[in-house]
């Protein structure tokens, strides 16, 4: 929950400066057409409308900030469709009942603060709350406005025609508008889709404020900046974070037999096959092993699995007897500095399940396997890491 600042603060003083603006010089130029193209069709459509009733405006000044909402911030709730029309012409009608109620008060203050607060009573039992509203509704006060026709002509024509010019400028510009948040389509919403929603929900009912963003727009821009965290932490990780460093390794003329116990005792899947200085000469995995013994069919599966690790006691053996003999001489490596995001095509296109890491030297420091990856995945993913 946001903190409050103490009066007086530094930080409460810091709140009276301008916010900065975050859109690019083109954003910029964009809105301020839109607002030009908005108004100036908007009053020249009204304007040739205004022989039919004579006597009254053709444009009314509340519109101006309408025109902001609409052309800068089309996105936000307070600027679609039925907050601008629904909002200024129910406030243009508070507006008017407040001055027969000034009448009837004898007091023009107390009608006017009447007039915008039963305006702004009246946009949020309707969900049309439209900041302008209060402008309209006070215009009509201090105006003197009596007639219910002013609220139609020029307050609701005005109005909608403003709408009109911003479906057509916002949308020609690439901006959606009236603006709506579609799921993919054919998706169902994921377990933690949902979870992202209740807990949404339960935090805007703590806040309960009027925000000037929709929940659907805060949602997407929760979740892009989840994703964004996320591509970040995992672009920091490098091997050496994640990598194991206990490492179990044979060499070249090591016993299958002693291979195969080292497999099964460690309960691993690859030993990495070193040379003297430790550079990684290959790596020898279980699947090296069932090909080895010829284990394409179930049948017989211990018993060729046993001929082929049991060493021969003789001098001649028509079988393999050491790892140099079937072991994957071809081994993707990776150095310890290498970020950990290169190594996932690795992982789940090229069939790689693991990734010796080496350091100065080409000398074996690590090893990386599949379930180091998913962990490290996990683990960029939570937010509390």
């Given at each position: 929950m946001t903190q409050r600042a103490a009066f007086f603060s530094r930080?409460?003083?810091r709140a009276f400066r301008p916010a900065r603006t975050r859109i690019n010089t083109r954003e910029r130029l964009r809105?301020?057409?839109?607002s030009l193209f908005g108004i100036f069709l908007t009053g020249l459509l009204c304007h040739l409308a205004g022989g039919v009733l004579p006597g009254l405006p053709w444009l009314v000044a509340p519109l101006g900030a309408s025109a902001v909402l609409i052309f800068a911030v089309p996105a936000s709730p307070m600027a679609q469709p039925w907050p601008v029309v629904g909002g200024n012409t129910l406030s243009a009608l508070a507006g008017i009942a407040g001055v027969h109620g000034a009448h009837l008060l004898g007091s023009p203050e107390l009608a006017a603060a009447?007039?915008?607060a039963s305006a702004i009573a009246l946009m949020l039992a309707l969900r049309c709350l439209h900041p302008p509203g209060g402008a309209t509704a006070l215009m009509m006060v201090l105006g003197g406005i009596s007639s219910p026709v002013f609220a139609f002509y020029?307050?609701?024509?005005n109005s909608v025609l403003l709408v009109l010019m911003g479906i057509l400028y916002n949308n020609a510009t690439r901006r959606a508008y009236p603006h709506m948040q579609?799921?993919?389509p054919g998706a169902a919403p994921s377990a933690e889709d949902r979870q992202l929603d209740a807990d949404l929900d339960a935090v805007l009912a703590r806040y309960?404020?009027?925000?000037d963003v929709s929940r659907d727009d805060l949602k997407a821009l929760l979740a892009e900046t989840r994703l964004r965290a996320y591509d970040r932490k995992l672009a920091e990780v490098r091997c050496e974070d994640i990598m194991s460093r206990d490492l179990v390794t044979v060499e070249f003329g090591t016993p299958l037999e002693e291979a195969w116990a080292l497999l099964r005792e460690r309960r691993i899947k690859a030993l990495p096959v070193v040379d003297?200085?430790?550079r990684i000469a290959g790596i020898i995995t279980v699947a090296d092993f069932m090909r080895a013994a010829d284990l394409d069919l179930y049948e017989g599966f211990d018993a060729k699995l046993r001929q082929l690790v049991r060493s021969t006691r003789s001098v001649y053996s028509d079988k393999p007897e050491v790892v140099g003999q079937i072991m994957t001489r071809n081994v993707r490596v990776a150095g310890r500095q290498r970020r950990l995001v290169e190594l996932v095509p690795l992982f789940g296109s090229t069939g790689h399940h693991h990734i010796p890491i080496i350091g100065e030297g080409e000398r074996l420091v690590g090893i990386i396997t599949q379930s180091d990856l998913v962990a490290a995945l996990g683990k960029a993913a939570d937010p509390a890491a």
């Amino acid at each position: 929950m946001t903190q409050r600042a103490a009066f007086f603060s530094r930080a409460w003083w810091r709140a009276f400066r301008p916010a900065r603006t975050r859109i690019n010089t083109r954003e910029r130029l964009r809105l301020v057409a839109g607002s030009l193209f908005g108004i100036f069709l908007t009053g020249l459509l009204c304007h040739l409308a205004g022989g039919v009733l004579p006597g009254l405006p053709w444009l009314v000044a509340p519109l101006g900030a309408s025109a902001v909402l609409i052309f800068a911030v089309p996105a936000s709730p307070m600027a679609q469709p039925w907050p601008v029309v629904g909002g200024n012409t129910l406030s243009a009608l508070a507006g008017i009942a407040g001055v027969h109620g000034a009448h009837l008060l004898g007091s023009p203050e107390l009608a006017a603060a009447l007039a915008v607060a039963s305006a702004i009573a009246l946009m949020l039992a309707l969900r049309c709350l439209h900041p302008p509203g209060g402008a309209t509704a006070l215009m009509m006060v201090l105006g003197g406005i009596s007639s219910p026709v002013f609220a139609f002509y020029p307050v609701m024509l005005n109005s909608v025609l403003l709408v009109l010019m911003g479906i057509l400028y916002n949308n020609a510009t690439r901006r959606a508008y009236p603006h709506m948040q579609l799921p993919p389509p054919g998706a169902a919403p994921s377990a933690e889709d949902r979870q992202l929603d209740a807990d949404l929900d339960a935090v805007l009912a703590r806040y309960n404020q009027v925000l000037d963003v929709s929940r659907d727009d805060l949602k997407a821009l929760l979740a892009e900046t989840r994703l964004r965290a996320y591509d970040r932490k995992l672009a920091e990780v490098r091997c050496e974070d994640i990598m194991s460093r206990d490492l179990v390794t044979v060499e070249f003329g090591t016993p299958l037999e002693e291979a195969w116990a080292l497999l099964r005792e460690r309960r691993i899947k690859a030993l990495p096959v070193v040379d003297r200085s430790f550079r990684i000469a290959g790596i020898i995995t279980v699947a090296d092993f069932m090909r080895a013994a010829d284990l394409d069919l179930y049948e017989g599966f211990d018993a060729k699995l046993r001929q082929l690790v049991r060493s021969t006691r003789s001098v001649y053996s028509d079988k393999p007897e050491v790892v140099g003999q079937i072991m994957t001489r071809n081994v993707r490596v990776a150095g310890r500095q290498r970020r950990l995001v290169e190594l996932v095509p690795l992982f789940g296109s090229t069939g790689h399940h693991h990734i010796p890491i080496i350091g100065e030297g080409e000398r074996l420091v690590g090893i990386i396997t599949q379930s180091d990856l998913v962990a490290a995945l996990g683990k960029a993913a939570d937010p509390a890491a």
